[in-house]
Every structure is written in C-alpha cells, then in structure tokens.
C-alpha cells in the first residue's frame, strides 16, 4: 500500500481535461510544499512533469499544471492529447524517516 | 544534454550483495544531489535515498526498506553515483533508478539548496534477486 493515494485509472478524449487526484496527510502532501508528478510511458523512464505543486520544468507543455489544497494535490491535463496516454505518478516529501513517498500511479487512457 | 547511465545490475542470489553505478554528464555533477528511485515489475516507484552534495555536507538518507543494507556514495571527481546493496532480499527486485535530485525554487532556501524532486532520469538497471 503506498503512502499517497491516486485513483488506480481514468480516461477522458481528445481536447478534454481531466484532473489526477493525490491524497497524502499533513506529515507530507499538506505540511510541506514538496510535491511532484511524473509521467511514465510503458517501457521508458519516469519524466518530471510539475515539481514543488506548481512549477513546470522547461519544455513541458503548458497544458499540464499542478495545484494543492489541504491534504490533496492535483495534476490537470487540458486538451488532452494521444501522447498522454501513460502512468503518472505523484511524489512528496514526508517528515517520516522515509524522506519521500510516491503514489501507487494512475494510468490515464485517452479514449 | 544531461545523461545518467546506471550500469551494474543484474542476477544475485538472496543475502548476496551488488554494486550499482550511475554516471553522469551534461552537468556539473558535484553541484547536485543524487537519488535512487526502484520500481519493482508491474509495480510503482519506491524512493531508495539519496545523498546530498558535498556543499550541504555529502549526507545520506535511506527508505526505510532499505535503511541498514543499502549504501549511497559518490565520486565527484569521476562523476560518479554508486548504490551498494549488501543482504539482498527477493523483494529487493526491481529497476533501478539513478536520478538527479532538482534545486528548491523557493525564496527561502539556500543557494543549490537540494530539493525533494528528480529532474533527471536514467534508463535504468534492472536487479534481480533469485536463487
């Protein structure tokens, strides 16, 4: 059982939005702004996609951007695109020993 | 062009030991912390540790899944990570991951302060654990 909660899947088509949700607790998503999403297509490596709730690296589209309120962060894709289709995943810091944690991932099919 | 290439893995018997490497290029690799993330098959990722640079002391930080087997170094001068993992288990098995830890963005923290993000991935090395 992992130690952030993300919805195992959800699907949207092309052009819509969707939001992955990431439910953790005040010892990590809520106390602290830590929290990152990673997109893993099948095969590949992760990629970092929003880091520190909010911030998008260089080179991610636009379309991608991450929020947090209380004990959840989100991560919303608009205009949904084929190339999106992969696994995320959500990671956090903790005050825990376990410096960081993970989601268990959502895989996100566009229909 | 920022590449980590982790090398090293591969078949070990349980209660055996394994050294991975990751090398890097593209940065200067002294600058940074760097992590180990594993992902066990058809499973998710599960953060290992990471070690800090040597501006904010080279310290080290283990899962506690791992905390007490695992050991986390790095050569600067050769660009170089290693993850040293003695006492393996057969859960120990996954692909493993050498990332770049990101610098903190916020106002409020130091200079190349270290983050809790990966911005840079390897390709990985799979470790598999078996009699």
């Known amino acids: 059982q992992s130690a952030l909660t993300q919805p195992a899947s959800v699907s949207g088509s092309p052009g819509q939005s969707i939001t992955i949700s990431c439910t953790g607790t005040s010892s990590d998503v809520g106390g602290y702004n830590y929290v990152s999403w990673y997109q893993q297509h099948p095969g590949k490596a992760p990629k970092l996609m929003i880091y520190e709730v909010s911030n998008r690296p260089s080179g991610v589209p636009d379309r991608f951007s991450g929020s947090k309120s209380g004990n959840t962060a989100s991560l919303t894709i608009s205009g949904l695109q084929a190339e999106d289709e992969a696994d995320y995943y959500c990671?956090?810091?903790?005050?825990?020993?376990?410096?960081?944690?993970f989601g268990g991932g959502t895989k996100l099919t566009v229909l | 062009e920022v590449q980590l290439v982790e090398s090293g893995g591969g078949l070990v018997q349980p209660g055996r030991s394994l050294r991975l490497s990751c090398t890097a290029s593209g940065f200067t690799f002294g600058d940074y912390a760097m992590s180990w993330v594993r992902q066990a098959p058809g499973k998710g990722l599960e953060w290992v540790g990471f070690?800090?640079?040597?501006?904010?002391?080279?310290?080290?930080e283990y899962a506690a899944s791992v905390k007490g087997r695992f050991t986390i170094s790095r050569d600067d001068s050769k660009s170089i990570a290693y993850l040293q993992m003695n006492s393996l288990k057969t859960e120990d098995t996954a692909v493993y991951y050498c990332?770049?830890?990101?610098?903190?963005?916020?106002?409020?923290?130091?200079?190349?302060?270290?983050?809790?993000?990966?911005?840079?991935w390897g390709q990985g090395t799979l470790v598999t654990v078996s009699s």
């Open positions: 990332t770049r830890v990101g610098y903190c963005s916020s106002t409020s923290c130091y200079a190349r302060a270290p983050s809790y993000y990966f911005d840079y």
């Open positions: 990671s956090s810091y903790t005050s825990s020993s376990t410096r960081v944690v």
């Open positions: 070690i800090r640079s040597k501006a904010y002391g080279g310290t080290t």
